[in-house]
């Protein structure tokens, strides 16, 4: 195969993987490119690990290539390729010290010992471990794990870093931080990242590109907000937040305008029966209404029969007004260049972007 | 059991019984409710086995009337006197170690791989099957295993017909007989604590090493040994300890090779000089309270 372009960090061709009888990867195209921070979302059960493990080498394809670099690694061993991994249970080897889990992989390198340390104390330190050298794996916490496992794998500098739902055994807060610290370090490090989750917030806000992934096949392959705004199947629309049907077109919770009588909830003043060009309106009765701090959720029922849910920006209102809504005659309005068509259901075989 | 038998009086209930009262204590006391429980068993620990332990060591200190054969209950270091100055007392227990050395070895050499096909390579839903054919053995019993391999190690037995095409012979009856005989015993004793330390390995352990550029000897090396170790070890006590204290196999397919076990048999028996073969027995147990200290360093312990 000859290729123009420059030689994108991961190429995967046609990649196949079938345990026994379940088809786990059925045929995934990707071209991940050098420094981006790749996404692959989806479902649990729908492949993310098994193509993960697949690039990483610990699993040999049923049939595809894997390209690192411009380079087939389709059969080398794990050993062999330039690639290190996070792993979802962070894989720390519990009878070495913090500091010696992160030299490890310099150390099998033969990599010299003063140059070794300082190398992984340096690591550690981009991972704001400093002063934890002496602990074993058991005595620190879950996040502290994630980032020591972090911490391992980016010491060797390798061309491509594997995470597979790092961030997934920690709570809300930090995994916020832990977010946002990601994203830095890949920035800072130059590193591609390719990024397994089944959280599609964590995939929308970290990534470059997002690929939605449904029973081992790629559905989508995209920049957030083309996976958002632009979903190419239901499947995409329904697993990427939440999309309404209303009539023959979808549109996104946060893009409709609840009109209660008290006048219009949520950010822009528009009075009722303003209607410009290119906005659609329609009529239905609250079956439900939630206060949920920042946002208000009303979930409409509309005369068309279809059912929607609206999400409401919190800026004038409090728990109080609304809750009152429950029962009440609204209108809606959205925008038609919100609208968007998803074809039919089932797994298309997505074109490789 | 409940908590509210202490609020019983407050809320105008009827004050709870003794039984209830007792209940309610043992559940503010959780160290009283172990040692209640654990009373009986330590009991039986105490008296029965370090009991017997002590008995052992305290006959030692004494001696055998020549002409009655009566125990003469009068402390004496003449037994450890005889065991130190006749050297074949020495030669035995070098033996005996030794065997139980080789027979360590032996089965730690055949059983960790058994152990890591067993845990890593063999698909999951043979694992049951496997460890069947490791203890099925178990289940004979041990005379008739010992005298099967007599049948086998015999001249023009199983062993030599299956040898002779290699130009080899059965080993005939010894002390190698006697090693390979005790490995054969004691090898399901090496392999299922071993193979429990291997399953509890988490894979994800190997393949980060492999990820991070570790070759799978090296992985075996770094990874695997280091956190096996203990179950090993703890696999080896076993191994060791058995074979130490074998007096059995060693007649059967022994030859005329003696082991400390015979040794304070034959004083049991023959000899009739109980204080000498406890003070032979002592040895073992010398031996194996030094490996117990040794092993404990390695948290071995902790996996038995
Ligand atoms: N080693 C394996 N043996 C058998 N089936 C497997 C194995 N690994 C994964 N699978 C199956 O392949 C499918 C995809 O699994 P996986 O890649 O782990 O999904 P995800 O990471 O998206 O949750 C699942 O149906 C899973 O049961
Ligand atoms: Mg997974």
């Not at chain 1, 394809?61 to 080398?76: A, K, S, Y």
């Not at chain 1, 528009?270 to 206060?291: F, K, N, S």
């Not at chain 2, 959780?30 to 008296?47: E, G, H, Y």
Request: hydrophobic share 45%.
């Amino acid at each position: 195969m000859f290729s123009v372009m420059p030689a994108s960090a991961v190429r995967i061709r046609d990649l196949r993987k079938t345990f026994g009888s379940v088809e786990a990867v059925a045929g995934v195209d990707l071209d991940i490119g050098d420094g981006e921070f790749f996404s692959m979302l989806g479902p649990s059960g729908s492949g993310k690990t098994t193509v993960l493990r697949l690039i990483a080498g610990f699993e040999r394809p049923t049939g595809g290539t894997i390209e690192l670099g411009g380079r087939d690694v389709t059969g080398l061993a794990p050993f062999d390729r330039d690639v290190n991994t996070v792993f979802q249970d962070y894989a720390l080897f519990p009878h070495l010290d913090v500091l010696r889990n992160v030299e490890y992989g310099l150390k099998v390198r033969r990599v010299p010992k003063g140059k070794r340390r300082e190398r992984a104390l340096a690591a550690l330190h981009s991972v704001r471990l400093d002063g934890m050298e002496a602990r074993r794996p058991g005595e620190l916490s879950g996040g502290q794990r994630q980032r020591v496992a972090l911490a391992r794998a980016l010491v060797n500098e390798p061309k491509v870093l594997l995470l597979d739902e790092p961030l997934g055994a920690l709570d809300l807060k930090l995994r916020e931080e832990m977010q946002v610290e990601l994203k830095s370090i890949q920035r800072r490090a130059g590193i591609t990242f390719v990024f397994v989750t089944h959280d599609q917030e964590e995939a929308l806000t970290l990534s470059d590109r997002v690929a939605v992934l449904d029973r081992g096949r790629i559905q989508q392959v995209g920049t957030p907000a083309e996976v958002y705004e632009r979903p190419a199947t239901e499947f995409v629309a329904g697993f990427v937040g939440t999309s309404n049907r209303i009539g023959d077109v979808c549109v996104r919770p946060e893009k409709i305008h609840v009109h209660t009588e008290g006048g219009p909830q949520g950010g822009q003043g528009g009075g009722e029966g303003l209607t410009g060009t290119g906005d659609r309106e329609a009529l239905g009765t609250v079956a439900e209404v939630v206060y949920a701090g920042a946002v208000t959720r009303f979930v409409i029922d509309l005369e068309s029969g279809d059912r929607v849910v609206a999400l409401q920006q919190n800026l004038r209102t409090s728990s109080m007004d609304v809750l009152g809504h429950r029962g009440a005659r609204v209108r809606i309005s959205w925008h038609e260049t919100h609208e968007f068509h998803v074809s039919g259901t089932g797994p298309a075989p997505a074109p490789a972007s | 059991m409940t908590a509210t038998a202490e609020a019983g009086g407050a809320d105008g209930r009827p004050a709870p019984g003794p039984r209830r009262r007792a209940a309610a204590l043992l559940h503010r006391r959780p160290r009283l409710r172990l040692s209640l429980l654990l009373t009986a068993p330590l009991a039986w620990l105490v008296v029965v086995y370090l009991g017997a332990l002590a008995a052992i060591f305290l006959t030692a200190f004494w001696s055998t009337d020549v002409f009655t054969g009566e125990v003469v209950r009068q402390f004496t270091l003449a037994n450890f006197q005889t065991l130190v100055d006749e050297p074949v007392y020495r030669t035995v227990a070098l033996r005996s170690l030794g065997v139980a050395v080789a027979v360590t070895v032996i089965d730690t050499a055949i059983g960790f791989p058994m152990a890591l096909y067993m845990a890593k390579v063999a698909k999951p839903k043979y694992r049951p099957y496997l460890m069947i054919a490791i203890l099925a053995p178990l289940w004979a019993a041990y005379l008739v295993k010992a005298y099967a391999w007599r049948v086998m190690l015999s001249q023009g037995g199983l062993l030599d017909e299956v040898l002779k095409p290699f130009g080899l012979s059965s080993p005939g009856y010894g002390l190698p007989a006697t090693v390979l005989v005790l490995s054969y015993l004691w090898l399901p004793y090496m392999i299922l604590p071993v193979y429990t330390g291997l399953e509890r390995l988490p894979d994800s352990l190997l393949d980060a090493s492999g990820d991070l550029g570790a070759r799978p000897v090296r992985t075996f090396r770094s990874v695997v040994l280091p956190l096996v170790y203990p179950s090993l070890v703890a696999g080896s006590i076993f191994t060791f300890s058995l074979s130490l204290g074998d007096y059995i196999t060693v007649k059967i397919v022994g030859g005329r090779s003696q082991l400390l076990g015979n040794v304070v048999y034959d004083n049991i028996g023959a000899a009739n000089n109980l204080p000498f073969a406890a003070a032979v027995a002592t040895i073992p147990v010398v031996v194996m309270l030094g490996y117990l200290a040794a092993a404990r360093r390695t948290g071995a312990l902790r996996e038995l």
